[in-house]
């Protein structure tokens, strides 16, 4: 009977069964098992209509171990954890436990391990360890798994473990006035010809033997061709601009760090500004506006004049030269350069393009490099050089200078007597005052400016006035073709600069005093006074005749016994006047003669009195009107010979 007629029966053992005609070949699959192998009893039966056909069999079915899905390679760094993947999967089950082991020891902290971390653990039970290793290379990881029937499946993987490259770090470092600091790029600027330290100390090799920068090899550029090895370097910048300084590391093995650079922006050195403002002399006087200087010209010889503060001292009209050599560009390469002449062939030009002047009197500003100036009004000047350099667009320094010109002295008022006598000898004095004086400002000049200092004191300049009269202007009293070089000059320490007068005709006198200070600068009054005739003198009893006396008698009548009393009176006081001086009043007459505001005395015989000298000098602060107005409350004194 063919088998497509037949009918089988499957019985599986597990309870379960096939029966279909024709059904000669079937496929079952066992539910998993518990154990590695599970037996079941399979029955097949064949009925043909009439008889049935019957055999059994035993069949064992086993477990399905867990087989492996991952068999890569893994690569990771020293001291770089690796999370371990899915390495096997079980079909019909699960995998309940995970044997791992690390042969050469791990660290299964996790993250990223350094040196102070320790590397012995060579075996695991988690299912996913993160394993890092402290030295590179192939590292190899067993891994044993058991699935839940107790089947269990190995497999080994291979670690590439790299050399962690080493790290590149640098810092810097500035050395100001003996102090150290570290200094940021990213924040300020770099000067020229500043020594700036880079230390590479903080750069590292994690996975070398000691963890640290031991061991490794500095690759310093700054990017001038300028290359240094050592880990702690100086370095100078002598050029203003852009730089570039990097740093890699190579360590044991050769490995090269990534590069760490910095961008330094290194600032122009400003213009440096050195000017002497100098007097000029020629045949021994000084330079003023008028002096010729024709091209070419140096004066003779060279001062300066300067007050205790160091400020320059002169007089209006008197010519300054104000020498800006010295003046230079900041940068090192114009050392010692200082033509101030732009020329592709002067190799000494100092580097400045632009020189601007201002002399702080409102006249037009100066491009001269060094410009002669002299000042028409005394007061003080500031003085403003301003300089650019060739740098990009130019980088300027400015300077000031304080110039004081000199006040000349103040001729308050000249003190005339009112009333000058012909041919008596008077006094005449004058109120000056001067700023120096008044001030207590005392000047110096320096002789010899090239020595390098402009402020020694080779000399002080008398800050006494020099005072001269002269008194008449239209006079030539020395004959010598001048008339306003006869001059008198007072005393030295005379009162208000006090001279005696005397003039031997009457009538109008236009006299002058003039007043120079130490600079030369000069003030001149003057004034106009009058000389009065000598009076007539009073009648004396010697002049009167007999007839005379006899009219006088008669018309005395009664009176005339007081009269005659008077005349006793008078005869004897005259006497007195005449007779020789004692002893005592030529002691008293000496003793005038010594008091110190009474400078002349005249003595015709008799007492000394108030009226035998020649009375002192109107007080200087009463003007003549006042003098004369009784309200000032000023006693003219009394004017009479005997």
């Not at 001062?303 to 320059?312: L, M, R």
Request: aromatic fraction near 10%; charged fraction near 25%.
């Amino acid at each position: 009977m063919p088998l497509n007629n037949l009918d089988f029966q499957w019985e599986w053992g597990d309870g379960t069964l096939d029966f279909e005609t024709g059904k000669y070949l079937a496929q079952h699959k066992w539910d998993p098992i518990d154990k590695e192998v599970e037996d079941y009893n399979l029955t097949l039966s064949v009925f043909d209509g009439l008889n049935t056909g019957v055999i059994s069999i035993t069949v064992f079915v086993n477990n399905r171990v867990p087989y492996q899905i991952f068999s890569d390679n893994l690569t990771t760094y020293t001291y770089t954890s690796v999370p371990m993947p899915d390495v096997f999967t079980d079909d019909d089950g699960t995998i309940v436990s995970y044997e791992w082991s690390f042969p050469e020891g791990v660290n299964l902290n996790g993250g990223i391990a350094d040196q102070d971390d320790d590397f012995l653990q060579t075996s695991s039970t988690n299912n996913y360890p993160n394993p890092s290793w402290d030295l590179p290379g192939i590292k190899t990881v067993l891994l044993t798994v058991t699935d839940d029937d107790g089947s269990q499946s190995t497999a080994q993987l291979f670690v590439n473990v790299l050399n962690q490259v080493p790290v590149a770090d640098f810092i810097v470092r500035v050395t100001d006035n003996g102090e150290t600091s570290a200094i940021d790029f990213r924040a300020e600027d770099g000067f020229v010809d500043v020594p700036y330290t880079f230390d590479g100390i903080s750069s590292y090799d994690i996975d070398s033997t000691t963890g640290d920068s031991t061991g490794l090899v500095y690759n310093w550029s700054f990017g001038d061709e300028e290359f240094r090895e050592n880990a702690i370097t100086t370095y100078t910048f002598t050029e203003p601009g852009i730089h570039e300084v990097s740093l890699f590391v190579t360590d044991e093995i050769g490995a090269d760090s990534t590069i760490k650079k910095i961008i330094v922006r290194v600032q122009n050195p400003l213009p440096i500004i050195s000017v002497k403002i100098l007097d000029g002399w020629v045949d021994g006087q000084q330079m003023d506006k008028n002096t010729p200087r024709p091209e070419g010209f140096l004066p003779d010889t060279w001062t300066h004049t300067f007050d205790e503060e160091e400020n320059t001292y002169t007089a209006p009209d008197l010519m300054l030269f104000f020498d800006s050599e010295g003046t230079r560009d900041g940068d090192r390469r114009y050392e010692g350069k200082y033509s101030p002449v732009n020329d592709e062939n002067n190799d000494q030009w100092n580097g400045i393009v632009e020189y601007t002047w201002d002399f702080g009197d409102a006249t037009p500003l100066s491009k001269q490099a060094s410009p002669w100036h002299h000042y028409d009004t005394p007061g003080t000047y500031t003085v403003t050089l301003t300089v650019r350099d060739s740098y990009g667009t130019g980088d300027v320094s400015k300077q000031t200078f304080t110039i004081i010109v000199d006040e000349p002295p103040q001729i308050i008022r000249i003190e005339i007597p009112d009333d000058i006598i012909v041919e008596e000898s008077t006094y005449l004095s004058a109120n000056i005052t001067d700023f120096e004086i008044t001030n207590n400002i005392q000047l110096y000049r320096d002789l010899n400016i090239e020595d390098g200092s402009l402020f020694d004191r080779d000399i002080s300049l008398d800050p006494d006035l020099l005072v001269r009269w002269d008194l008449d202007i239209k006079k030539d009293s020395n004959k010598n073709g001048v008339l306003d070089d006869d001059y008198i000059i007072p005393q030295t320490n005379a009162i208000n600069y006090r001279i005696p007068g005397l003039w031997n005709e009457s009538g109008s006198y236009t006299i002058i005093v003039e007043a120079c200070d130490s600079l030369g600068v000069c003030a001149s009054m003057e004034e106009t006074l009058q000389v009065s005739p000598k009076p007539d003198p009073e009648p004396s009893l010697s002049d009167f005749e007999l007839k005379d006396w006899t009219s006088w008698v008669k018309d005395a009548g009664s009176d005339l016994a007081t009269y005659i009393a008077l005349i006793s009176v008078a005869l004897i006081l005259g006497w007195l006047v005449l007779r020789e001086s004692s002893d005592l009043e030529d002691e008293a007459k000496q003793a005038a003669e010594t008091y110190t505001d009474v400078e002349h005395v005249e003595v015709q015989g008799g007492l000394l009195g108030m009226d035998q000298h020649t009375p002192p000098p109107a007080p200087g602060i009463l003007s003549k009107e006042e003098r004369r107005s009784e309200d000032s409350g000023y006693v003219r004194p009394l004017r009479r010979r005997i």
